[in-house]
């Protein structure tokens, strides 16, 4: 497609159960990174693939999540045992450039909102 | 932890207004990005820049870099319903390894007709 595409864009989660997330980005884009948004904040860090590799995981909260990248392009973040304070949007952006931040831009999808009841 | 702080946090002006928004930290960018994001999208780039003191105009738009490379200001003349939104700035992290962007808070933005 000619955007980074995520699904799903909304899930409902009851606390305790696992979800998973998915993201699709721009073909060919070598890096992707995972944010994430509370409500009426800016996106935080999560974590960064260039492409197969999972080259910074720092901003992941806790050993409940994770992230894939196997083939170097769709990704999936996972979340295990979902406690209410992940209840966020989870924003995936991509970027054709090795070095994003320097001149390259992050393209980001739609995101998906994921509320644990 | 590199942190933005962005000011104000919340700022609602009636249309044909002008008004600067910034981003402020006590560490060095080697770039620094201003990103709108809209309720249920996510953020779009609006400019990059790069060189301490650089000053880029976008329509009514003027984004300015700080000599020392640690603030950034935007700038937005004779406001527009269409501004609304959430205005982020980000820094790039730089240096060998991963890279990422740091974000702020955000401005949130609202241009009353």
Redesign the interface.
């Known amino acids: 497609g000619a955007g980074v595409s995520q699904s799903p864009r909304y899930k409902v989660a009851k606390r305790g159960q696992d979800v998973a997330l998915r993201c699709d980005p721009i073909s060919g884009h070598v890096s992707l990174f995972w944010y994430q948004q509370a409500l009426g904040q800016g996106p935080e860090f999560l974590t960064y693939f260039q492409n197969e590799a999972q080259l910074d995981k720092s901003g992941l909260p806790s050993d409940r999540f994770f992230a894939e990248r196997p083939e170097g392009s769709v990704s999936t973040l996972k979340i295990q045992r979902t406690q209410q304070e992940d209840s966020a949007v989870y924003l995936c952006a991509s970027s054709g450039s090795r070095r994003t931040g320097r001149n390259g831009e992050l393209f980001f999808g739609e995101g998906s909102r994921l509320t644990v009841l | 932890t590199q942190l933005l702080e ?1 000011s104000p946090q919340f700022l609602s002006i009636q249309e044909g207004e002008n008004l600067t928004v910034y981003c402020n930290s006590s560490s060095v960018f ?2 620094l ?1 201003w ?1 709108r994001q809209e309720p ?6 609006l400019v ?1 820049v ?1 060189t301490g003191g650089e000053v880029k105009k976008l329509k009514r738009l003027t984004f300015q870099f700080g000599d020392a490379r640690k603030d950034s200001s935007l700038h937005i003349t004779a406001a527009q319903p269409g501004d609304t939104g959430l205005y ?1 700035c ?5 240096g060998g ?10 401005t ?1 933005l609202i241009i009353q007709p």
């Open positions: 962005q080697s770039s990005q990103y249920g999208e996510g953020p779009v780039l990059t790069v982020l980000a820094g790039g992290r730089g390894g991963a890279d990422g962007l740091t974000f702020g808070k955000g949130h």
